[in-house]
């Protein structure tokens, strides 16, 4: 997913929707996708966990930047969700169908719902009552104040009224001889030193189980991957080898490993797709998907560019699967100060 996508506002109810880095026709189906549980929209404030295009039409395209306006049924949609829910686009050409990109929607704070048409603004006018604080009884402060010393008065005099009690003189306690002392912190040394050894001879044999014999008694077994999911098995349609990888339904650990090769080889394509279709299943997948846009993560290469909005969609979707996960908690906070 690379592009960008904004929405701006233009009037209560129509957004400028603009995408950069489209590299199709001005003729489009849009899939939106919200993160909070990774449903579609259907209809206007209607989401349902099965895909649904939407054709826009007057787009226009120039200089790989896809323009044109949407109306209440995205507007309103998104807007109606709340601050807190983010959403995916997902653009397809139907010139092309088998080119589909998208990403993650900046909405700014200039759009608004159709609804604000009906919104009355308050008169300029309106006066504001500031109620004044009563003030002190100033005789009744200095009718207490006399009150307030004689109290402090009497308060010392019973202090120094009271006796002093005389402090107790314990005895000393009996010395012990000095030889006795030194006897015992000597066996205590002695002891001390071969509890230390002891631990030392425990560690290194420790040491020695964890480097050597426990290595060559469990040999790493590399990532077994199925011949429809190799990179060199000659395939000419990127979506078509996805769709026969994923039907071997293979295991975590494979789908990453043939993200990372994907990203070497620069099958830049066959990378976000693998990534957009298993992070929306997977927190494991999300979060490595997340770091790929996130700054403090990110190293340079031709399918990823860093993307503070993006990062944060696919934390937040990530915390849908593992809601304790430390890292995304931590970067979500970070990101969204």
């Known amino acids: 997913m690379a592009l960008r996508i904004e929405l701006d506002g233009y009037k209560p109810g129509v957004a400028k929707f603009l995408a950069q880095k489209w590299k199709g026709s001005s003729e489009i189906d849009m899939l939106i996708q919200r993160n909070q549980d990774g449903y579609y929209l259907s209809d206007l404030n209607q989401w349902a966990p099965e895909k649904s295009w939407h054709t826009v039409e007057n787009m226009s395209v120039d200089n790989e930047q896809l323009t044109g306006q949407v109306s209440e049924w995205l507007v309103d949609t998104l807007l109606s969700q709340g601050n807190q829910v983010r959403f995916l686009i997902q653009i397809r050409d139907k010139q092309n169908e088998n080119y589909i990109d998208g990403g993650v929607v900046s909405i700014a704070d200039t759009v608004f719902a159709s609804t604000a048409l009906n919104v009355q603004v308050a008169l300029p006018n309106d006066e504001q009552v500031i109620a004044k604080p009563e003030l002190a009884n100033e005789s009744t402060v200095e009718e207490e104040t006399p009150l307030i010393e004689e109290s402090s008065m009497d308060t010392e005099k019973t202090m120094l009224a009271e006796p002093v009690e005389a ?133 340079n290469n031709s399918c990823f560019k860093a993307d503070k909005e993006t990062a944060i969609y696919w934390y937040e979707t990530s915390l849908n699967h593992d809601p304790d996960n430390t890292l995304a908690k931590n970067r979500l906070a970070e990101l969204q100060k």
């Open 167 to 299: 402090e107790t003189i314990s005895e000393p306690e009996p010395e012990i001889p000095l030889e006795s002392v030194k006897s015992k912190s000597r066996l205590g040394l002695i002891v001390a030193i071969i509890i230390g050894f002891m631990m030392l001879i425990g560690i290194a044999l420790a040491t020695w189980y964890f480097f050597f014999f426990k290595k060559q008694s469990q040999p790493i077994t590399p990532v077994q991957i199925s011949a429809q999911c190799s990179l060199n098995n000659g395939f000419t349609n990127d979506l078509t080898f996805i769709q026969q990888c994923l039907q071997t339904k293979p295991e975590v650990d494979a789908i990453i490993q043939i993200i990372t090769e994907a990203k070497k080889a620069e099958k830049c394509n066959i990378a976000q797709r693998l990534y957009a279709n298993q992070a929306q299943q997977n927190a494991k997948i999300a979060i490595l998907y997340a770091k790929e846009y996130d700054e403090k993560f990110y190293e």
